[in-house]
């Protein structure tokens, strides 16, 4: 279901990686708008590291978001694997993430609580689907606003799944936490280094204090 992309076709999409179509920057990675060759609006993740762990990072997404179907969970449409870290092919969502909407561009005097409470109720829907409704349980691993994108009538769309883990089969193992994100990660799995499904109800609890209170 995964749509394959050359190198030279993703280059053309984003007017060879221009500094125009830069979306946003994140740890490990760039993602530029990007539009096909049938037209359609693209999201491409670029690698900024060359190394095994954000290899694995990217194959992880690849692997959790082929897995996913849900409409508050962002679409993974392809992939480039010509290239050392695979590129990935998300739909484009077009009014920016949750933590600019709340904090930024003078966001605040349109951000009314029944809006705010209608984010939250989708984000917490796409949670719950990926705790309790695919064949095996998902771990997203690093919920916070910036992780959550809106389109442009402000649905939530829960995104970056690099951090992201299957639950073990064998209720003895133990998922190793990979990354996750100061203010957000709760302290628990902090000291234990152990991801459950309540590490991201946790996170998902702060997300909810900052849609409520539109404070950082």
Same mark, same amino acid.
């Given at each position: 279901?995964?749509?394959?992309?050359?190198?030279?076709?993703?280059?053309?999409?984003?007017?060879?990686?221009?500094?125009?179509?830069?979306?946003?920057?994140?740890?490990?990675?760039?993602?530029?708008?990007?539009?096909?060759?049938?037209?359609?609006?693209?999201?491409?993740?670029?690698?900024?590291?060359?190394?095994?762990?954000?290899?694995?990072?990217?194959?992880?997404?690849?692997?959790?978001?082929?897995?996913?179907?849900?409409?508050?969970? #962002? =679409?993974? $449409?392809?992939?480039? *694997?010509?290239?050392?870290?695979?590129?990935? &092919?998300?739909? /484009?969502?077009? +009014?920016?993430?949750?933590?600019?909407?709340?904090?930024?561009?003078?966001?605040?005097?349109?951000?009314?609580?029944?809006?705010?409470?209608?984010?939250?109720?989708?984000?917490?829907?796409?949670?719950?689907?990926?705790?309790?409704?695919?064949?095996?349980?998902?771990?997203?691993?690093? #919920? =916070?606003? $910036?992780?959550?994108? *809106?389109?442009?009538?402000?649905?939530?769309? &829960?995104?970056? /799944?690099?951090? +992201?883990?299957?639950?073990?089969?064998?209720?003895?193992?133990?998922?190793?936490?990979?990354?996750?994100?100061?203010?957000?990660?709760?302290?628990?799995?902090?000291?234990?280094?152990?991801?459950?499904?309540?590490?991201?109800?946790?996170?998902?609890?702060?997300?909810?204090?900052?849609?409520?209170?539109?404070?950082?």
């Amino acid at each position: 279901t995964i749509l394959i992309l050359t190198e030279t076709e993703i280059q053309q999409a984003t007017e060879n990686y221009s500094d125009d179509r830069v979306l946003g920057c994140g740890g490990h990675g760039t993602v530029y708008r990007g539009i096909l060759d049938d037209g359609k609006e693209v999201a491409i993740k670029k690698s900024k590291v060359i190394d095994d762990d954000c290899r694995e990072e990217f194959v992880n997404e690849i692997i959790i978001l082929s897995q996913i179907n849900h409409r508050n969970i #962002v =679409k993974l $449409l392809g992939c480039c *694997l010509e290239v050392d870290v695979p590129m990935l &092919v998300y739909e /484009f969502i077009s +009014s920016g993430t949750l933590f600019e909407f709340l904090h930024e561009n003078d966001q605040r005097l349109s951000a009314p609580l029944d809006l705010r409470l209608k984010i939250a109720t989708q984000s917490a829907e796409a949670l719950a689907y990926i705790h309790s409704s695919t064949s095996r349980t998902i771990l997203h691993g690093d #919920v =916070k606003s $910036l992780n959550i994108l *809106l389109d442009n009538e402000y649905n939530a769309k &829960v995104s970056d /799944f690099g951090a +992201s883990a299957l639950k073990p089969m064998d209720k003895n193992d133990f998922i190793m936490l990979i990354q996750g994100t100061f203010g957000y990660l709760d302290p628990e799995t902090f000291v234990s280094h152990h991801l459950t499904d309540k590490s991201d109800v946790y996170s998902f609890g702060v997300v909810l204090l900052e849609l409520i209170t539109r404070k950082r």
